[in-house]
Each structure stands twice: as C-alpha cells, then as structure tokens.
C-alpha cells in the first residue's frame, strides 16, 4: 500500500543509487552536475514525501482529475453499537457519543436562571481531563421515525410521572416529580401539534475518544470515560444523559442520516405549493 512513509524510503534510496553512480561512474563535467542536481532534486522530493504525504499521495493516486484522499472507510461502528472505531498506525481509535437532553429553552429562562444554566455547564468541562468534544447541532428529523419516537417517550414519561405522584406524599414539594411533569407535558404538547413541529431539531451531544492498541481496548477506555461523563452530567443537571446507540449518533456524521430525503422532499414540495409553482 502507499504511503508517505513507503515513497519516502524509495525516494531516498533512487537518490542513494544515483550518488554511488555519481561517486563511482567517472562522467563529464557536465554530466556529473547534472546528475548532482537531480539527485539533489530527489532528494528534496523524498523530504516533502515525509513532511507533506498528506497532500502529495491523493495527487499520485488522483484518477480521472478526481483527488482520492482514501479508499478506506472513514470509520465503522463497533460491535457493541456504541461506539465508531478508526484503524490507525499502532493502534485503533474509538468514539462514543452522550445525549444531553434539555427540556427548557435559554428564551423560556429567567436572567438567574441562565446564569446558574451557564455556571452548570461550565462545571460539566471539568468532568474528564481527557479533551472532549461538547457541539449543538441542528439536524433534519425523519418525520415518520419521530412521531413514533415522540409517541414512545410520552408514554415513557407519563409512566414515570404517574409513579412518581403515586410515591409523593400529598402538600410535600418533590422537584423530581416536577421535572417529570415538566418532560411528560413537552412530549405531550410536541405530539398534539406534531404536524405544525418544524422538520429541524436540535441535539446537545458530547463525543469523547480514546485509542487503544487493540479495538477491544480502545472500546473499553471509550465506554468507560462515556459512562463516567453521562453520570457527571445527568447528577450536574438533573437529566438522564445516556450513552447514544448508532442509529441516534449516525444522524450527526452520516450526510444521507442528516438529511433524510423522504423528509427534504416533502419540505420541497411544500415550499413548491406555498409559492403557486
């Protein structure tokens, strides 16, 4: 397989072979400058090779005036379903994913209340020293899997609330339960108006990575540090972040999971009958 290290050693060598038949070849003058120019020429090469493989391989394998930066996979899913492993010299990298979910927006708060929303996520930085990747992302919902997603965590939290209130002593505040009546109502309100809910959602997601001699190991380490994360943030803000499966986390690196186009299509269509087309 090519690869900058390979092309650097053969580089390397041609100009290795063409300095011994300079040394030992007894050429012209002019010849012999000449030749000590090309050589000097490989020898230039070969270092870009090394420093600079990243950009000079895709050229050498370009097909067709097409760049091909890899003909490997940009990752596959482990077998546990949690997480995206990636193949690398010495080793394997794997990433998993945690769902923040957040039932209140920053506009529905109160100065005090952003404020202490604010100090809370800062606090969730310092949960690892290992780097991790915090992002919002704006996604398009496949409609057909929402409305029973949504269907499903209404009766998710209307199960919880009902216990809860049936564990509640009556007149006695229990912040728990209003958060669980606070989720059940979102699901509630989100499945009564499902057909004027915007084709778009937003996600909070952390991704955290670890690398691994062997893909067992790199699992293992990743997992670990999701768990230890999820469990930080959901006693932080009193939510049940959860290490996400890849049907969840396929929507923020797959372009075709992104945008589903049963979704686009319907939007397009309807966008066409708004304007009269």
């Keep these: 397989m090519l690869s900058g290290k390979n092309l650097f050693i053969a580089i390397i060598f041609v100009a290795i072979l063409l300095a011994l038949v300079l040394y030992l070849v007894p050429l012209p ?38 760049v091909v930066l890899s003909e490997e996979p940009t990752f596959r899913i482990a077998p546990d379903d949690n997480t995206i492993l990636k193949n690398v010299p010495g080793g394997v990298y794997a990433s998993a994913f945690i ?21 809370t996520f800062s606090k969730i930085l310092s949960l690892s020293k290992e780097p991790m990747k915090f992002s919002t992302i ?46 059940a109502t979102m699901w509630r309100n989100l499945f009564d108006n ?21 893909e067992e190991e790199a699992i293992a380490i990743a997992s670990q540090k999701a768990e230890e994360i999820a469990a930080g943030v959901s006693a932080l803000l009193g939510v049940n972040a959860y290490i996400m499966s890849s049907k969840e986390f396929l929507k923020f690196i797959e372009p075709e999971e992104l945008m589903p ?3 686009i299509s319907e939007e397009l269509k309807e966008k066409i009958a708004s304007v009269g087309v």
């Design 261 to 263: 186009i049963g979704t």
């Design 29 to 66: 003058w002019p010849a012999r400058v000449i030749l000590a120019i090309v050589i000097l020429g490989i020898d230039l090469v070969g270092f870009a090779t090394k420093y600079y493989d990243y950009f000079l391989i895709p050229m050498l394998r370009m097909k067709n005036r097409t």
């Design 99 to 119: 769902n923040i979910p957040i039932y209140k927006s920053a506009t529905e708060m109160d100065d005090g209340t952003r404020l202490d929303t604010a100090t």
């Design 138 to 183: 704006l996604y398009v919902v496949n409609k057909d899997e929402y409305i029973q997603e949504i269907r499903k965590k209404l009766d998710e939290a209307e199960a919880k609330y009902a216990q809860l209130n049936a564990q509640s002593a009556p007149g006695v505040a229990n912040p728990e339960l209003e958060r669980a009546k606070g989720e």
């Design 194 to 214: 499902i057909s004027r809910v915007k084709s778009s959602a937003l996600a909070n997601i952390i991704m955290v990575t670890a690398f691994g001699g062997n």
